[in-house]
């Protein structure tokens, strides 16, 4: 009996460990089922709906917490857009979407939300008119998540330099006789008829040179040395050919890509907007110019598509409107870049060149589309003389800007800026200030100071047209 006892508590006792182990694994196996069952069944969660309408595209996105799947297609009478999102259950955020189409978008007359079967939301949006929609994802970046994005075009886009006349704002009262010739009034001041005493029509510059010398009436300088000498180097030029000058300026970043950010919680988008449509009001004041905006509200433009629209207006200059950052909040002072075929001026051009190229991931395009056009437009065919006239361009502005604000560089610096490859037309890059210095980003945000800024960059635009005036073209507009 002795011998027996403890074997049989030996043999509870390995019994009783062996239970209890299998109590433990069957426990850590519910547990282990408990916290990732939820996760496979979890439905992807919509974090926040933004809408950005323009008339050039509206733009629509979800950002969500994982990447979706989606199946989209148009309907006739009337016009709809149909989207059905997998894996995912309405919530309070997506249904916000609803309050967030405006009456003034171009494209959008209200859009309905409703969960169309388990797991799929269904998205119509009822149009205003005929669109070419695009519906792509975007990868996580910077503080964003996981985007679906929607753009609807219109189907049948407005030509761009009809647009533009359209929404002349420069000024038109002036009749045929005083249309400036092909060199533009560069002293500020409106150009006036001539007055003749015998109230003769006004003639046209030729003839006024010729009446001049057949009558010998030498009451008046026939013209500058240096006019003479621009006419006799093109003797192919109409000298009497009249034509408004045009101006692209390009306000950077827009919609999803809100630029640098300043200590005070300033946007780089919102501050160059801003300058820049103070530019476009003084540039229009004067006689015989007009700018086209690639950019007139709060939306991306992508960077190709910022020059393509600057080529289709057949701009005459192009400026990039842009505030400067940097981690080292002492940075400051005022910058100008042009485009260099040869690797970048510095470092700290190539950085922020490296910079604003990356826009086009922040702000969002469609790859799908994006590789023709970039293909279709940065064209290499006169770019060394686009990079000559743009230094030119970028010196005189640079000198303007030194008048009102300390600079970063006193040079122009060159690197390999997308937005700057227009190879017809000479394009700068101004960095106005630093956004992310405190006292740089209170004077960006004051409308005293934006003057200024646009004052002196008109005065450079003036400089380089009295040196170097447009030549005529063959579309006259």
Do not use: C
């Not at 400026?319 to 981690?327: E, G, N, P, R």
């Amino acid at each position: 009996m002795s011998r027996i006892t403890p074997l049989r508590s030996e043999s509870l006792t390995g019994a009783t460990h062996a239970k209890k182990r299998r109590t433990l694994l069957k426990a850590g196996g519910t547990l282990l089922l408990s916290v990732m069952a939820p996760h496979a069944a979890q439905a992807a969660k919509i974090l926040a709906v933004r809408v950005w309408p323009a008339e050039d595209y509206t733009r629509v996105t979800l950002e969500n917490d994982s990447e979706l799947k989606t199946n989209h297609f148009t309907v006739k009478n009337p016009e709809r857009l149909v989207v059905d999102i997998e894996g995912l259950e309405l919530n309070p955020t997506l249904k916000e979407l609803v309050a967030k189409i405006q009456s003034n978008d171009p494209y959008i007359r209200q859009v309905r939300v409703g969960q169309n079967k388990p797991n799929v939301v269904r998205l119509v949006f009822d149009l205003k008119e005929e669109v070419n929609p695009q519906v792509f994802t975007l990868q996580p970046i910077g503080n964003y998540k996981h985007r679906l994005v929607f753009d609807l075009y219109p189907a049948q886009p407005a030509d761009p330099l009809a647009a533009l006349i359209e929404k002349g704002e420069w000024q038109k009262e002036a009749s045929p006789q005083q249309v400036a010739p092909t060199t533009p009034n560069l002293n500020g001041v409106p150009s006036k008829p001539e007055l003749r005493a015998d109230d003769k029509p006004l003639l046209k510059p030729s003839e006024k040179s010729n009446e001049r010398l057949n009558n010998k009436t030498p009451d008046k300088p026939l013209e500058k040395p240096d006019t003479q000498l621009a006419e006799k180097s093109d003797k192919n030029r109409d000298k009497s050919v009249s034509r408004l000058i045009t101006i692209a300026i390009d306000p950077g970043h827009g919609g999803e890509d809100p630029g640098a950010l300043g200590r005070n919680g300033s946007r780089e988008k919102d501050v160059v907007l801003a300058i820049a449509k103070r530019l476009k009001a003084k540039i229009e004041q004067l006689p015989n110019m007009r700018v086209m905006l690639t950019r007139d509200g709060d939306y991306f433009v992508p960077l190709n598509v910022r020059v393509e629209k600057a080529r289709a207006v057949q701009a005459d200059l192009f400026m990039s409107v842009h505030a400067d950052a940097f981690v080292n909040a002492s940075a400051r002072g005022s910058s100008v870049f042009a485009l260099s075929e040869k690797g970048a001026s510095s470092t700290a051009a190539r950085w922020l060149a490296d910079k604003e190229n990356a826009a086009d991931l922040i702000g969002g395009v469609n790859i799908k589309t994006h590789d023709k056009q970039l293909a279709s437009v940065l064209l290499d065919l006169s770019t060394t003389a686009q990079i000559n006239d743009s230094l030119k361009l970028g010196k005189v502005v640079l000198d303007e800007i030194s008048g009102i604000n300390k600079l970063h560089k006193g040079a122009v610096e060159q690197a390999g800026f997308a937005v700057l490859k227009a190879p017809d037309i000479p394009s700068i890059l101004i960095e106005t200030a630093f956004i992310s210095n405190p006292e740089e980003e209170a004077r960006l945000t004051d409308g005293a100071y934006q003057d200024q800024m646009a004052d002196a960059i008109v005065k450079g635009v003036k400089k380089y047209f009295s040196k170097n005036p447009p030549l005529a073209k063959s579309r006259m507009a």
